[in-house]
């Protein structure tokens, strides 16, 4: 294991009595800590340029029985031994999400680079999902990159929609560059702002949607990962699905529970 630049920090008191769980996703990273029986300690900050000293940061030095990685930077947190074992995205959000919530049927995860659905069965084993993982569209980048066009951050994009009052302007392409494109010419045209937001949030759902109806659209449904926190896409997939949305308080850290609790259930193999 490297040492960062402040050189190694002794082991944290008792922290060898805890299993953890490490999401590396592409705009942040979540840290879960379990001590077998609950949440010792949850907390999530930006993935930036350095994925692997953020995480070393993260962990503040505590030494765990056992740390299990999942997310997009997951192979990365083995190779630099950060983790004892790597498990899916699938994987974590669907244990994560039974933990939570023992009556959930489907789980949306929206994250930076990619979107997935999954059927959760008894004991949060996976049934059956979906992936998006080869286009921006439908993802938190997205979101991201037509909050710019817009000239807002990405926290202020759904509020501004939901503004519109339900007028909304349709925005035909989801290919990243050419909605950037479509955006300008849009409000230069005088379209008002905040109906090409509601627009483009609009797109979103119609895109993911059409990957939650394919899998399967089964209470009670979970809407987790950072875009969550997004209240206008809360209100247009309940909406556009016919069901309520349950939202973790924490939706960043769903990802990062399932990976802890997959650490605990294999803590003693080694």
């Known amino acids: 294991m490297q040492a960062d630049d402040s050189g190694p920090r002794p082991p944290s008191p008792g922290s060898e009595a805890l299993v953890a769980g490490l999401d590396i996703g592409s705009r942040t990273i979540a840290l879960v800590e379990w001590d077998g029986e609950c949440v010792a300690r949850s907390e999530v900050v930006d993935t930036g340029t350095d994925p692997?000293?953020?995480?070393?940061?993260?962990?503040?030095?505590?030494?765990?029985r056992r740390l299990v990685a999942t997310g997009y930077g997951?192979?990365?947190?083995?190779?630099?031994?950060?983790a004892d074992q790597v498990i899916s995205e699938i994987k974590a959000y669907g244990l994560g999400a039974y933990y939570l919530y023992p009556d959930a049927g489907t789980v949306l995860d929206i994250g930076g680079q990619d979107s997935k659905v999954i059927r959760v069965g008894p004991g949060g084993r996976v049934q059956r999902f979906e992936m998006n993982d080869r286009c921006?569209?439908?993802?938190?980048?997205?979101?991201?990159?037509?909050?710019?066009?817009l000239g807002m951050k990405v926290d202020e994009f759904g509020?501004?929609?939901?503004?519109?009052?339900?007028?909304?302007v349709r925005v035909s392409?989801?290919?990243?560059?050419?909605?950037?494109s479509e955006v300008v010419s849009l409000i230069a045209r005088g379209e008002d702002s905040h109906r090409v937001a509601l627009g483009l949030h609009r797109a979103i759902v119609d895109r993911v949607g059409s990957m939650?109806?394919?899998t399967g659209v089964v209470e009670r449904f979970i809407f987790a990962g950072g875009?969550?926190?997004?209240?206008c896409l809360q209100q247009l997939f309940s909406e556009s699905l016919g069901v309520p949305l349950t939202v973790p308080d924490e939706p960043?850290?769903?990802?990062?529970l399932g990976a802890a609790l997959y650490a605990e259930q294999t803590a003693g193999a080694g």
């Open 52 to 64: 692997v000293g953020n995480a070393r940061s993260l962990m503040q030095g505590r030494a765990y």
């Open 74 to 82: 997951r192979q990365l947190a083995a190779e630099r031994e950060l």
């Open 159 to 168: 509020p501004h929609a939901l503004e519109a009052g339900g007028r909304t």
């Open 212 to 214: 939650v109806r394919r």
């Open 136 to 149: 921006a569209a439908g993802t938190g980048r997205f979101l991201e990159n037509m909050a710019h066009a």
């Open 227 to 231: 875009v969550a926190q997004n209240r």
């Open 252 to 256: 960043q850290t769903v990802g990062a």
């Open 173 to 180: 392409s989801m290919c990243t560059v050419f909605a950037e």
